[in-house]
């Protein structure tokens, strides 16, 4: 019953579905060094019962030879005996030849005895053999499923660490790339860019204030001329003195039309 319950376990193990368990643990690798040390721990338990079950099969074995021994023994026994009996029978002396006769005789019913328990154990022995030679097969294929299950385990773990380490290297490019609007670069030339805009902005608008201030004095010279022409006509200077020609739009207001009346 301790052999079946151990070796239950083991093929209830072997047969898991190891992929949803690992789906479902929280940490794959704690859970994949679990069951390599149950797994480990049950290999443990099934050799000390195979070891047990092959100690029984040694004794059974011991006593059978034990029985064939005793056997062989007790017909060397009965052989002498009866020659001993045919001797004493030779000279005549029939009390001691009937003697070793029947120490023959006992020695021949010791040596039936021993012979059909050596016969009874013969079954027993080739039962527990063929349990052996089993329970031996299965025990090697466990542990070879235990290889099989520690290199898994250490596959997968190197593979999950890579898997981890280039998610790290691949989150550290990228918080340094650029072109990536999410990265912090990306943001502080983001920001740089704003500043520059700003700059810019600034910069169009003194230039335009610094325009209509030049074109406010432009208007103001040339009124400032009419005016000085204007005097000097008035005091009867001559107006191809003053540069004729040069202030031909001095007012918006007076039309081409009023020149033909004067």
């Known amino acids: 019953m301790v052999k079946q319950s151990i070796f239950g376990r083991m093929a209830q193990l072997a047969?898991?579905?190891?992929?949803?368990?690992?789906?479902?643990?929280?940490?794959?690798?704690?859970?994949?060094?679990q069951m390599v040390r149950d797994y480990t721990n049950n290999i443990?338990?099934?050799?000390?019962?195979?070891?047990?079950?092959?100690?029984?099969?040694?004794?059974?074995?011991?006593?059978y030879n034990e029985d064939v021994k005793n056997a062989q023994d007790w017909g060397r026994k009965a052989l002498a005996a009866s020659r001993k009996a045919d001797e004493y029978r030779a000279n005549g002396d029939t009390v001691d030849a009937e003697k070793?006769?029947?120490?023959?005789?006992?020695?021949?019913?010791?040596?039936?005895?021993?012979?059909?328990?050596?016969?009874?154990?013969?079954?027993?022995?080739?039962?527990?053999?063929?349990?052996?030679?089993k329970l031996k097969h299965g025990l090697d294929?466990?542990?070879g499923k235990l290889n099989e299950l520690t290199s898994k385990r250490n596959e997968l773990v190197a593979r999950s660490k890579t898997a981890a380490a280039q998610s790290q290297v691949h989150d550290a490019l990228?918080?340094?790339?650029?072109?990536?609007?999410?990265?912090?670069?990306?943001?502080f030339?983001?920001?740089?860019?704003?500043?520059?805009?700003?700059?810019?902005?600034?910069?169009e608008l003194a230039a335009s204030s610094l325009d209509a201030q030049f074109n406010s004095l432009e208007d103001l010279g040339e009124q400032t001329e009419i005016e000085a022409r204007l005097a000097a006509l008035k005091s009867g200077g001559s107006?191809?003195?003053?540069?004729?020609?040069?202030?031909?739009?001095?007012?918006?207001?007076?039309?081409e039309a009023d020149f033909d009346k004067l």
């Open 239 to 255: 107006p191809a003195a003053i540069g004729a020609g040069e202030g031909r739009s001095a007012s918006s207001t007076v039309e």
């Open 15 to 33: 047969k898991a579905n190891i992929n949803s368990l690992l789906d479902q643990a929280e940490d794959p690798q704690k859970m994949l060094d």
């Open 189 to 203: 030339e983001e920001k740089i860019r704003r500043e520059e805009a700003k700059v810019r902005g600034q910069q």
């Open 141 to 143: 294929q466990m542990k």
């Open 100 to 133: 070793f006769d029947n120490l023959a005789k006992v020695a021949l019913q010791r040596q039936i005895t021993s012979e059909n328990e050596a016969k009874s154990a013969e079954p027993s022995i080739a039962s527990q053999t063929e349990v052996v030679d």
């Open 44 to 63: 443990a338990e099934a050799e000390s019962a195979v070891a047990q079950t092959i100690g029984n099969l040694r004794m059974l074995q011991d006593d």
């Open 174 to 187: 990228k918080s340094i790339d650029i072109m990536d609007p999410t990265s912090e670069v990306g943001r």
